[in-house]
Structure formats: C-alpha cells, structure tokens
C-alpha cells in the first residue's frame, strides 16, 4: 500500500468532482438553446444530479465499510464516465436527464469514497488531511468555468467538454483500480453483533446529528450563495454578469485558501472548536454581504464568507470519522448525504420565498442558516466540554 498514491486518487476524485459541479451551469445556455426547453426544464438537471447523488452515497456507504474503498471508487468512476458520455452525446433532453442521475451517483461515491479513505490513512490528524483534500475539490471549483469557458470558446462545443470529462474520469478508474487499499475493519470480519449495534450507537448519538445538520446548514448556506448571488448582485446592485461572476469566484477563492488554514487549526485547537468559529465567522460575512451597499465591501465579506465556511465540511467529516473509526464509510456516507439534502432543499426554498417577498428579502434566509450552524456548533462545543461525548459514544 502507497500512502501517497492513495492520497493522489482521493485529491484528483475532488478535483473531478468539483469539475464536475461547476461547469453544467456555463454550459446551461448554450443546452437551453440547442434543445429549445424553457429554464425550469432545464434546471431539472440539478435536481436529477442531486438525486442520483444522494440515492448512491446513502446506499453506499455501509457497502464500502464491508468490503473496502475501491470497489466503490471504481463503480463511482465507471458511473462518472457512463454520465459524462450520455450528456455528451444525447440527442434527447431526458437522455440528458437520465445521464445527469448517473453522473451525480458516480460523482456522489466518489466523493464519499475519498472522505473514508482519508479518513482511513490519516488516522492521527483527519482534520489536517481533509481540510487538504478538499483543497482539491476548490481547485476543480476554480477551473470548472474556465475549461467550460475555453470548450465553449472553440466552437461552441459543449458536448466535447463532457467527453474530456469522461475521459478524465477514465483515466482516473485506472489509476484508482491500480492501487492496493487498506482492509476495512468490518472487512476482516468483525462480529456482526458488534457492528450492528455500532450502527445504532452511531444513529442515536447526539454528536452524529448535530455534525449532519452542520452539514446540511453549510451545504444549503454555500447552494444559497453559488445558485443565487449573480442574480441577486444583478437585481440589487444592477452589476454586469462579469463582476458578479468575479464576486462568487471570490467566494471560492475563500473556500480553497480557507482549507489551507483550518486543518492546521483544527488539529490544534479541537474539531468541535474549530467548527464553532468557522460558523461564527460564517455567519457575521453572509450577514454582511446580505446587508452590504457597497460592491466591493460585499466581495470582500462573501470572500470571507467562503473563508470562514472553508472549515465546516471537512472538519465535521473528521470529527465524525474521528468519534466512529469502525464506520469512517458510513459515517462519511450518511454525512454527505445531509449535505447533499441541505444544498438541494435550503436554495430552492430561497428561490421560492424570494417569489413572494422578492430575492433581496429571500437572501436574508442565508445569514438565518448561518445562525442555525451556530446553535448546532454551540451545542457540539458544549457537550465536548462537558465531557457527555465520551460517555454517549464508545464503539
């Protein structure tokens, strides 16, 4: 087993994902005007994506704690190749639909893949490890415009993209498949008395719920801001589409310089106290963006925005792995999948508040996500401190 090598097929898994879920919005005009569908059907295809996503990572995750993380991450990157080819190459919208669903799937196990296997060889600083790898996934954030930007530029080959894409991902089940992965402790063959009520240990813990709804809070506080800044910057502040773009490429700059910070932090201070100042901070930027006048105070407050929410994910996925080491899969799994709900529910609920009250009234429900993360990291510190974590989970 090469540590290194296993840690290289977890970061590149990000970046893929990241690409991934940052270029199907680019490319969203030049689809809209090729099949002739209106903006609803279109925005269908977040909503298969998400669902594929989280039907996957769920039934995953016990999977890949019984028999290990390549099997996993290799399904996940032959679904990820099967999606990207069939929205490539349908001729049809639903074909693009059907294939949207399969690249989510592929790109959910992916994602919950990589969380357990890093989860699995850095057992002495998972913080530190984590908060680096999703790093990558800021970076595959970062360039997925700009590659959709270049395919589009040459031609208006939106279908190409996705085939590079496959081909990407290809590449990355060979590389992946290459690889000799650490056995899973449930894998050699633990007593299934044992693992079972480890499972509901981890489902009636107080902790595992108060980290999946930090998940869910950041997941749809981040959806709120990717889905809905341009528009809102466009409707308040009447910006052109190039500054409100450089506004949530700001954002996400926060988000991968973040990471680079908050592992190091985490591992000294704690993970429940890290999480509690990373949803502070969370919460006093949005608020300020939400309420800022001036456009470069709003760049500056969703920058660190994206800072300070850089250390929520991958610090409450290590939190988590941390406290059930047995079920770092499951953990991890049912985890994303909290997130996965967070950021398909909370923004589209934004969406339809703003209906009614209009998107600058229906924006102020980011900073109320912020102060629902709050409680949630309140409660986590407080329990940590006093010492009931301990005596609630012992698997």
Same mark, same amino acid.
Do not use: C
């Given at each position: 087993m090469n540590r290194e090598s296993l840690t290289w097929t977890a970061n590149l898994s990000l970046v893929l994902i990241g690409l991934i879920g940052n270029i199907i919005g680019p490319v969203m005009p030049s689809v809209i005007g090729e099949y002739g569908i209106s903006l609803a059907t279109a925005g269908m295809v977040f909503t298969a994506q998400g669902l594929g996503r989280i039907v996957a990572v769920f039934s995953t995750s016990s999977w890949s704690d019984r028999v290990g993380r390549k099997p996993v991450m290799r399904l996940g990157g032959i679904l990820t190749v099967i999606g990207a080819i069939g929205y490539g190459i349908s001729p049809i919208w639903f074909g693009n639909i059907l294939s949207a669903v399969v690249l989510g799937a592929g790109s959910g196990m992916l994602d919950g893949a990589s969380n357990a296997l890093v989860s699995d060889l850095y057992t002495e600083k998972r913080g530190l490890a984590l908060n680096r790898l999703h790093v990558f996934f800021g970076l595959g954030s970062l360039i997925g415009p700009l590659v959709a930007a270049f395919f589009l530029g040459i031609g208006n080959s939106w279908r190409l993209l996705f085939l590079? &894409?496959?081909?990407?991902?290809?590449?990355?089940?060979? =590389?992946?498949?290459?690889?000799?992965?650490?056995?899973?402790? &449930?894998?050699?063959?633990?007593?299934?008395?044992?693992? %079972?009520?480890a499972r509901k240990t981890l489902l009636t813990s107080p902790e595992f719920w108060l980290l999946s709804g930090i998940m869910f809070t950041y997941s749809g506080m981040g959806g709120t801001i990717v889905g809905w800044v341009n528009t809102y910057l466009s409707?308040?502040?009447?910006? %052109?589409?190039?500054?409100?773009?450089?506004?949530?490429? +700001?954002?996400?700059?926060? +988000?991968?310089?973040?990471? +680079? &910070?908050?592992?190091? $932090?985490?591992?000294?201070?704690?993970?429940?106290?890290t999480l509690l100042i990373c949803a502070l901070g969370g919460l006093v930027f949005v608020t300020s963006a939400v309420l800022g006048r001036q456009l470069w105070w709003i760049a500056i407050s969703f920058w660190l %925005?994206? =800072?300070?929410?850089?250390?929520? =994910?991958? %610090?409450?996925?290590?939190?988590?792995?941390?406290l059930f080491s047995q079920l770092t899969g499951t953990v991890s799994g049912y985890m994303i999948t909290a997130a996965s709900l967070g950021g398909m529910i909370l923004p589209f609920l934004v969406g339809? @508040?703003?209906?009614?009250?209009?998107?600058?009234?229906?924006? @102020?429900?980011?900073?109320? =996500?912020? &102060?629902?993360? +709050? $409680?949630?990291?309140?409660?986590?510190?407080r329990r940590q401190a006093k010492g009931e974590v301990s005596a609630r989970i012992g698997v």
């Open positions: 590079v &894409i496959a081909a990407m991902a290809g590449a990355h089940v060979v =590389f992946s498949s290459s690889q000799s992965y650490p056995e899973v402790s &449930i894998g050699k063959g633990n007593n299934q008395d044992h693992v %079972t009520q409707d308040k502040l009447t910006v %052109t589409v190039l500054l409100a773009s450089v506004v949530l490429a +700001l954002y996400n700059v926060g +988000l991968t310089v973040g990471r +680079l &910070i908050w592992g190091g $932090v985490s591992e000294r201070v704690g993970y429940p106290r %925005t994206g =800072f300070f929410l850089a250390g929520l =994910f991958p %610090t409450a996925v290590a939190h988590g792995t941390g339809a @508040l703003s209906d009614v009250v209009g998107l600058r009234l229906g924006m @102020l429900a980011a900073p109320f =996500f912020g &102060i629902a993360q +709050l $409680v949630l990291a309140a409660s986590l510190q």
